[in-house]
């Protein structure tokens, strides 16, 4: 017998006619045919994976925008517009906005349900169980207008009239017109302005005591050169900077780098270095008004060593920080007039110096003039304020990092008592830390890395 393929290829077959012939090459070429249409399928199916893959995350894609876009509301709506920082709203629209997601109606059941078991609690007298069940109901649904104004009279109740204040103005943000939380805040702002007032009236007392030490006293001149380093590695741990406070001594002493570290942050260091005595031999000393070109001067010092390119000039692209988009760069310049013309006008000089200046470094930080740097020139600016009127620098410490960003988000929501009031605990800490540093029984500063807070503070004896 011979093979298929033998009859295939034997022309001299006597059997194996032109017509044969054509029918096997028909065989073939169907055979060759089933072929590509087997690879063909087979490219289909590795193709279609990676299709679906993508229909599935444009999908996602949509559904997040969607979301968004019933999370922010239409452009006009009152939660956004109801905040204001005495600053113009930008002409594109980019104005403050606090992202956050909305809550589920299931959610929204379980925070009225959480709500209704705390006031049964509070009327039972069992006030401690009632105040768990209100933060709860808070926890599961922020914007729950009720819940802020229940929680803020069982405040009130507690004695505790700075929370209930926050919580009334929180729920005005949310719903400018609420009445009942308007009868609320009516009755508790004077008496938080008169808290206010109170506490800078104890600040400017321990201020006086301040300025009564001798200028020559060898401790308090020891404790400012040491606050002076503290000061700049706080400012620029605050920012996420990793030199210890000896390193940075050493750089500033020597001006020679620190072998295996980043050189970005040692120019952070030298920046942070030059604007302070920028700010202390020009700006502290001379009467006159504050302009945009002393912001540009401080921030093209504080960044001219890390980023030369981006130092001492406005921003030409949009930035996001956090939840807060700050101006339109074309917007900037515009904004930062404003907020010149509002440093320099009657208004904010008849403030009390630890407001005024707590309101500017605020007010810095929103329009996020500059790419970087900003947070270290509103800390400067805040500062030279201070220093103008008689104050000592203050420094917030990297371990309060947290409750100051939250401060800071807490203004943008539409209450910027707790940054001032915050800046007012950091400025009393600085008052008792000069203080106890003179006294016969010098303590010196806290260490760098320690926990001390804002709030650690000593009585006054009037």
Not at 32 to 56: E, G, I, K, N, R
Not at 79 to 91: D, Q
Not at 92 to 119: C, D, F, I, M, T
Not at 376 to 396: E, K, W
Request: charged share 20%; aromatic share 6%.
């Amino acid at each position: 017998r011979m093979s298929l393929a033998a009859m295939a290829t034997d022309a001299e077959l006597p059997w194996a006619s032109p017509w044969l012939r054509a029918r096997w090459a028909a065989v073939l070429l169907l055979l060759l045919l089933l072929l590509l249409l087997l690879l063909l399928l087979s490219s289909l199916v590795l193709l279609l994976l990676p299709l679906a893959a993508v229909h599935s995350q444009c999908h996602a894609v949509l559904e997040g925008l969607s979301l968004l876009k019933s999370s922010l509301g239409s452009p006009g709506s009152g939660r956004l517009t109801a905040r204001s920082t005495e600053l113009s709203v930008t002409s594109k629209g980019l104005e403050l906005l606090v992202l956050k997601g909305k809550a589920s109606p299931e959610v929204k059941l379980e925070a009225r349900a959480a709500l209704n078991q705390a006031l049964e609690m509070k009327r039972q007298g069992k006030r401690e169980k009632a105040h768990k069940l209100f933060l709860y109901a808070l926890k599961m649904d922020p914007d729950y207008v009720d819940a802020l104004n229940e929680f803020g009279i069982f405040s009130e109740e507690e004695k505790d009239i700075l929370q209930a204040d926050y919580l009334y103005s929180k729920a005005l943000a949310i719903s400018p017109h609420n009445e009942k939380a308007l009868s609320n805040r009516g009755r508790t702002l004077p008496l938080v302005e008169e808290i206010d007032q109170r506490y800078f009236s104890i600040i400017d007392s321990k201020v006086k005591k301040v300025m009564a030490i001798p200028k020559g006293n060898s401790a308090l001149r020891r404790v400012m050169e040491e606050s002076y380093y503290h000061h700049i590695y706080h400012t620029v741990a605050i920012e996420g900077n990793t030199l210890t406070l000896s390193e940075i001594r050493h750089i500033i002493e020597t001006r020679y780098a620190v072998p295996g570290k980043s050189l970005a942050e040692q120019n952070e260091v030298i920046g942070m270095h030059a604007a302070l005595k920028f700010v202390n031999t020009t700006l502290v000393s001379r009467i006159g008004s504050v302009t945009s070109r002393d912001i540009l001067d401080i921030h093209r010092r504080v960044l001219g060593y890390a980023d030369p390119v981006e130092a001492g000039r406005f921003r030409a692209t949009q930035v996001f920080v956090g939840h807060h988009i700050p101006p339109h760069p074309q917007d900037v310049e515009k904004q930062m007039e404003e907020f010149v013309q509002w440093m320099n006008s009657e208004d904010a000089m008849s403030l009390h110096p630890v407001e005024f200046a707590a309101l500017a470094h605020y007010k810095l930080v929103y329009i996020h003039p500059f790419v970087d740097g900003n947070g270290r020139t509103s800390r400067l600016l805040m500062n030279l304020i201070l220093m103008q009127a008689g104050y000592p620098p203050i420094t917030i410490r990297k371990e309060q990092r947290a409750e100051y960003y939250h401060v800071l988000e807490v203004a943008n929501e539409g209450d910027v008592r707790p940054f001032i009031r915050f800046i007012a605990q950091c400025a009393e800490t600085t008052l008792d830390m000069l203080l106890i540093a003179t006294t016969e029984y010098s303590v010196g500063l806290p260490e760098a890395g320690g926990a001390a807070g804002c709030k650690q503070t000593i009585p006054v004896k009037t």
